[in-house]
């Protein structure tokens, strides 16, 4: 039969071949019992580590209420986790989502459907940049621009215009007659860790607000308290007008959101819109558990302190191994290591070694330990690195 070899899962993943049975905190435990460190957090989403009790404790007191109405009702959680991303936003208004693409889409609607509102129908068009990550949408890939996640999924969808980061001639050059807003990562996340210089975030702003256009954050991998502020846009004081969340906002439950200013999502009339498990009781009790923690006071403190202590390190050791690591990129702890080996064999390395990591673009290992990650277990990680270094380094001696 010609489907007989596929999988009965789409092999479109290729999963490392551990089974892990639970998880607990910073760390995954497997069938057999071994044990890893978990930098990779579901690739920034466990937030708050695995099993974190005040999340269980949340979900299970929903599960035993009610799963889902459809936003055909008023959901209580939906209200207060709306009210609560408001209070410490830019923000006034919030549409949820399943994930973060979901918020992109939803984002790229909004900003058309603003100029549209305005009158002003032909300006749809919406300038990104080049290495940026958006999601896997068709939409969001096509906005994203890059080649190999549009390969064979070609025609994208049109209007999106791509400029190199960094180069505001180039962004003042592609605004035309026909464009919407600016879509933009504070730090490009899958791109390879590549923080945005906050000077050009601020020309950003000052030609949006020049040509009429509406400039757009994804926060879907930074937000949160990943970087070490509640949203990276605060550490660049440059206010987007929508910006995309996902991730780290369910600590590991499928939840995404779009929010922005009133100005922004004046098109946004009753009917244009909608999700049908976006903003469900489950996904909102879980987000409102997770805001409990990441907005106790001290939190995003500690998470600062943590990762001044893993950039430390990992510095100390680019230091000692420039032939291993070539710089330490990012903020907070959404770190990256810009490598001189290829990242997916130090990635197997480190795992190896009972450490986990993400790969990312122009050969960078992201490290996206949970947030409620402590000295130790920061110290644990640089044992590892540490050992995959000086073991590449004496064989290269």
């Not at 789409?10 to 890893?36: C, H, M, N, Q, T």
């Not at 860790?193 to 906050?198: L, N």
Request: aromatic share 6%.
């Amino acid at each position: 039969m010609e489907n007989a070899a596929i999988p009965v899962v789409l092999p479109v993943y290729s999963p490392a071949p551990i089974e892990f049975e639970r998880g607990e905190g910073a760390y995954l435990y497997a069938k057999d019992g071994r044990r890893w460190l978990d930098f990779s957090s579901g690739i920034a989403v466990t937030a708050l580590g695995h099993a974190h009790p005040h999340l269980i404790e949340a979900l299970t007191a929903q599960a035993g209420k009610v799963w889902h109405l459809s936003n055909l009702f008023k959901i209580e959680g939906q209200y207060s986790l709306a009210e609560r991303l408001v209070a410490n936003s830019f923000a006034d208004t919030v549409f949820f989502t399943n994930s973060g693409a979901e918020a992109l889409e939803a984002a790229i609607k909004m900003a058309r459907r603003y100029q549209w509102a305005r009158g002003e129908t032909g300006r749809n068009r919406i300038i990104t940049f080049q290495g940026a990550f958006h999601g896997r949408t068709l939409a969001t890939i096509s906005a994203g621009g890059q080649a190999k996640y549009l390969e064979g999924f070609r025609p994208g969808v049109p209007g999106f215009d791509q400029v190199a980061v960094g180069d505001i001639q180039a962004v003042r050059g592609a605004i035309s007659g026909e464009t919407a807003a600016i879509l933009i990562e504070p730090i490009q996340g899958e791109g390879g860790i590549r923080p945005v210089p906050y000077e050009f975030l601020a020309a950003l702003r000052q030609l949006c607000d020049e040509h009429g256009l509406l400039l757009i954050f994804d926060e879907v991998q930074t937000g949160l308290g990943r970087t070490g502020n509640l949203f990276a846009y605060e550490q660049a004081e440059v206010e987007p007008d929508i910006m995309a969340l996902a991730k780290g906002l369910g600590g590991g439950f499928p939840v995404g959101a779009c929010l922005a200013t009133a100005r922004a999502a004046s098109g946004m009339a009753k009917g244009v819109h909608g999700s049908t498990f976006g903003g469900g009781p489950l996904a909102c009790a879980v987000g409102n558990a997770v805001l409990d923690v990441v907005l106790a006071p001290g939190f995003l403190g500690h998470v600062r302190d943590m990762a001044a202590r893993l950039r430390g390190g990992l510095e100390q050791m680019a230091r000692m191994h420039p032939d291993v690591i070539e710089e330490v990129r990012g903020a907070g702890l959404l770190l990256g290591l810009k490598l001189v080996p290829n990242n997916a064999e130090i990635a197997k390395a480190l795992q190896d070694r009972g450490l986990l990591t993400v790969p990312a673009g122009d050969n960078v290992l992201r490290l996206l330990p949970p947030l409620i990650i402590e000295s130790e277990q920061v110290d644990e990680a640089l044992n590892a690195v540490r050992d995959v270094c000086n073991s590449l380094s004496a064989k290269a001696a």
